[in-house]
């Protein structure tokens, strides 16, 4: 069975400051990975994808994510947040059963 | 092209009262989902249907139902509210075929029950 880890619960950060939000999951297989934010009062949305190609993935608004196999990790980066960037993220995986898993979730908060 | 829609967006029951939710795709969609979100415990998996006429069972499906006679709909049915089910419920919905998985999530419905 696949599952997912996010380390970070709740992140507070100032403006211009970085961030690297961890995730790592469990899976033996080929995966696909996804981030996806929540800003407060809306649903989710994609923010970024692994589909086996380049490890370093770039999605919107400044956002990367790197695939280390090896350490079964998908951590999202940004390296200089804005106070717009609150939200909740969320990690996903996908593996043979087609269904994501989500992780619990990471609640950013960044002070102006 | 509305995505996924939910209905209602807003719900308040009693104990015991029974409701449906009702979910709607208009990207042809093979994979359907019902998610429940709660503080501090993420996105969790209720039901799930992989195509028209079948549904599954996800993490929590104790007292719930779904339905997916078409396509493009999912229903979510709360036979006997209980508290315990007070929660914003999320639909998605997400395309295997075309390669992708990503999922496309509705405005949600945030239902109460006293």
Same mark, same amino acid.
């Given at each position: 069975?696949?599952?997912?880890?996010?380390?970070?619960?709740?992140?507070?950060?100032?403006?211009?400051?970085? !961030?690297?939000?961890?995730?790592?999951?469990?899976?033996? =297989? %080929? $995966?696909?990975?996804?981030?996806? $934010?929540?800003?407060?009062?809306?649903?989710?949305?994609?923010?970024?994808?692994?589909?086996?190609?380049?490890? !370093?993935?770039? =999605?919107?608004?400044?956002?990367?994510?790197?695939?280390?196999?090896?350490?079964?990790?998908?951590?999202?980066?940004?390296?200089?947040?804005?106070?717009?960037?609150?939200?909740?993220?969320?990690?996903? $995986?996908?593996? =043979?059963?087609?269904?994501? %898993?989500? =992780?619990?979730? %990471?609640?950013?908060?960044?002070?102006? | 092209?509305?995505?996924?829609?939910?209905?209602?967006?807003?719900?308040?029951?009693?104990?015991?009262?029974?409701?449906?939710?009702?979910?709607?795709?208009?990207?042809?969609?093979?994979?359907?989902?019902?998610?429940?979100?709660?503080?501090?415990?993420?996105?969790?998996?209720?039901?799930?249907?992989?195509?028209?006429?079948?549904?599954?069972?996800?993490?929590?499906?104790?007292?719930?139902?779904?339905?997916?006679?078409?396509?493009?709909?999912?229903?979510?049915?709360?036979?006997?509210?209980?508290?315990?089910?007070?929660?914003?419920?999320?639909?998605?919905?997400?395309?295997?075929?075309?390669?992708?998985?990503?999922?496309?999530?509705?405005?949600?419905?945030?239902?109460?029950?006293?």
């Amino acid at each position: 069975a696949q599952s997912v880890s996010q380390h970070n619960h709740h992140v507070i950060l100032s403006e211009a400051a970085s !961030l690297e939000l961890g995730c790592n999951y469990s899976y033996g =297989g %080929t $995966v696909n990975l996804f981030w996806y $934010v929540q800003y407060p009062g809306q649903h989710l949305q994609l923010l970024l994808k692994y589909f086996s190609e380049d490890p !370093l993935v770039k =999605g919107i608004k400044g956002f990367e994510a790197e695939f280390i196999k090896s350490k079964f990790s998908f951590n999202l980066r940004k390296p200089s947040v804005q106070w717009s960037d609150t939200a909740e993220y969320f990690c996903a $995986v996908i593996g =043979g059963s087609y269904i994501p %898993t989500f =992780g619990r979730g %990471t609640s950013l908060i960044v002070h102006p | 092209n509305a995505g996924v829609t939910q209905t209602p967006k807003f719900r308040v029951l009693k104990t015991g009262q029974s409701m449906t939710l009702l979910c709607a795709q208009d990207m042809n969609h093979e994979y359907m989902y019902w998610y429940r979100q709660d503080p501090g415990m993420g996105l969790r998996l209720i039901h799930y249907s992989v195509g028209e006429g079948t549904t599954a069972k996800g993490e929590v499906p104790d007292g719930y139902n779904v339905s997916r006679l078409k396509k493009q709909n999912f229903l979510l049915g709360l036979e006997s509210a209980a508290p315990s089910q007070t929660s914003v419920y999320f639909c998605a919905s997400s395309s295997r075929l075309a390669g992708t998985y990503e999922q496309y999530f509705g405005p949600g419905t945030r239902l109460t029950v006293t």
